[in-house]
């Protein structure tokens, strides 16, 4: 089997391992598709190095099949399409015994803190393992994962139909925010200065405004009769997308913070203080938000093909990471380990 390394800032190999052998209770997985996302990029940068160990193994957005099954599995066989929650909770932490466990203060992230699906053959906790409908495009697939960041986002948001939403960011997380939340019956407006994504986001029937070139605030403003925006999300991790946020929210607005901001940012206290407004953090999701990606992506709800720019071998890897990092003309890109293409 191959797997992809990380070796250091900017230094990502290919080498050939010995499949692992299921033991009791876990599964092992033909990956069909592995995504790439900012957190692999945060990775990739050597930013995370005191958590990423020397010849990780990187990637948490996959699908693939069933290849064995160990003693005391059940409900899962071989040849059957899967993909992997990546989050393991401790289950004894203050998150965990609060019901929070999707938030663990010793959690288990696949792909940062063990080995991820960056391999071709991934073996895993058999309760990891969700099963796929029958009939879903295995690329499409590779999309769960960060559909449920934005399921959980939208939830936190508690957006409702009709509520005015913004967001700022339109990257693959902006664009899948704005459409769920559209799916709920929201009006949504991104915000983005890069015009593929732009261009990206009107395919898929969302809108976007260039900042430079649209007075956001007064044309939310315009559209509320003066309220502002119910719901806010920031998904940019710029100080400017930060203050565009909290400046288009109306009173008791909500601002949902989903991008990771690696260091402190202004904030206009005195906008919360004035208009009661809240903050909300946003950080992964639960196992009813993936099962909810799921049905999304299956149902066709979400623009998949759309929203995947291109497709790898994963021979082409460090090209890949380098193309979502150029930030021009991609958006999802996934690698290809079973040679399965588009």
């Known amino acids: 089997m191959?797997?992809?390394?990380?070796?250091?800032?900017?230094?990502?190999?290919?080498?050939?391992?010995?499949?692992?052998?299921?033991?009791?209770?876990?599964?092992?997985?033909?990956v069909a598709y592995t995504g790439i996302c900012g957190t692999d990029l945060h990775i990739y940068h050597g930013d995370m190095d005191a958590r990423v160990g020397a010849s990780a193994v990187?990637?948490?957005?996959?699908?693939?099949?069933?290849?064995?099954?160990?003693?005391?599995?059940?409900?899962?066989?071989?040849?059957?399409a899967v993909t992997v929650l990546p989050t393991r909770s401790c289950g004894r932490c203050a998150a965990c015994r609060r019901g929070n466990s999707h938030v663990c203060h010793a959690m288990n992230f696949l792909g940062i803190d063990s080995p991820g699906a960056m391999q071709s053959s991934w073996t895993v906790p058999a309760d990891l393992v969700l099963p796929l409908p029958e009939g879903l495009p295995l690329d499409h697939a590779a999309l769960v994962e960060p559909?449920?960041?934005?399921?959980?986002?939208?939830?936190?948001?508690?957006?409702?139909?009709?509520?005015?939403?913004?967001?700022?960011?339109?990257?693959?997380v902006g664009v899948l925010v704005a459409t769920v939340a559209q799916g709920r019956g929201a009006r949504v407006l991104l915000v983005e200065p890069d015009p593929f994504r732009r261009a990206v986001a009107g395919k898929v029937g969302v809108e976007a405004v260039d900042p430079a070139a649209t007075d956001v605030v007064a044309l939310?403003?315009?559209?509320?009769?003066?309220?502002?925006?119910?719901?806010?999300?920031?998904?940019?991790?710029?100080?400017?997308?930060?203050?565009?946020?909290?400046?288009?929210?109306?009173?008791?607005?909500?601002?949902?913070?989903?991008?990771?901001?690696?260091?402190?940012?202004?904030?206009?206290?005195?906008?919360?203080?004035?208009?009661?407004?809240?903050?909300?953090?946003?950080?992964?999701?639960?196992?009813?938000?993936?099962?909810?990606?799921?049905?999304?992506?299956?149902?066709?709800a979400i623009p998949a093909r759309e929203l995947i720019s291109r497709v790898e071998p994963v021979t082409a890897v460090t090209a890949a990471f380098d193309a979502l990092e150029s930030g021009g003309g991609v958006m999802k890109v996934l690698l290809d380990w079973q040679g399965e293409g588009r």
């Open 220 to 300: 939310v403003g315009e559209r509320t009769d003066g309220a502002g925006a119910d719901v806010a999300f920031e998904v940019s991790g710029a100080a400017a997308g930060v203050a565009t946020a909290v400046d288009v929210l109306t009173t008791r607005g909500r601002l949902v913070m989903v991008a990771i901001h690696a260091q402190p940012r202004p904030v206009n206290l005195h906008r919360f203080f004035w208009r009661e407004l809240e903050l909300l953090g946003a950080r992964l999701y639960t196992r009813d938000d993936v099962a909810e990606a799921i049905r999304l992506v299956a149902s066709g």
């Open 147 to 172: 559909v449920a960041v934005a399921v959980h986002d939208v939830r936190r948001g508690q957006v409702t139909a009709d509520d005015h939403v913004v967001v700022v960011g339109g990257g693959p």
């Open 2 to 30: 191959k797997a992809v390394v990380y070796r250091g800032a900017r230094r990502l190999g290919i080498e050939e391992r010995d499949p692992l052998p299921p033991g009791p209770g876990e599964v092992r997985i033909a």
């Open 58 to 80: 990187l990637g948490h957005e996959m699908s693939g099949r069933v290849d064995a099954v160990g003693a005391d599995v059940t409900g899962l066989a071989d040849g059957q």
